[in-house]
């Protein structure tokens, strides 16, 4: 091979590779997702069978686009290895909660539901309320719950925190 032609292809593979570079940098901001963890999580008894979490928790969106809720679903990770479903306590249900359960202190932040935007390049701070068919005593010593946040368009934020 003769030497011009390797600097002419030496040349093009630099070019082809800038180009490929530019392209996914000028796309980085397309790419929606949320980034963000579980702040502090409440626990507390509402009946012998049943207790109650909520999960005070900070969000980014480093995206160019809205992240739009499309559905919050919380699990717990019990101590024998199962998972138990979570059931996602309504925002209209969340003052009711909070009058009559005391133990969980106060509303600190807005609640997450169905249809909340999250804006481009946004930090917030929200809260989701879960109830658990378990007893109190099997919440708080289960090994974690998980929170998971899906967008309109497919896009899932999952995150999990220690309990205690």
Known sequence: MSKQFLIFAGVGVAVVALAIFFVFAGTKGSHLELKGEIL?????????????????????????????????????????????????????????????????????????????KIAPHATVDRMVAVRFEVPNQELESAKAINLSIEDMDGALFQTSHKIK
Request: aromatic share 10%.
């Open 40 to 116: 502090k999580i409440r626990t507390g008894e509402l009946d012998e069978k049943n207790s109650a979490a909520v999960l005070d928790f900070r969000v980014e969106n480093p995206s160019d686009i809205p992240f739009v809720v499309r559905d919050v679903t919380a699990t717990l990770d019990k101590q024998d290895g199962s998972m138990g479903e979570g059931f996602v306590v309504s925002r209209s249900d969340m003052k009711t909660l909070f009058q009559f359960n005391r133990f969980l202190g106060q509303q600190f932040n807005d609640a997450l539901t169905i249809k909340d």
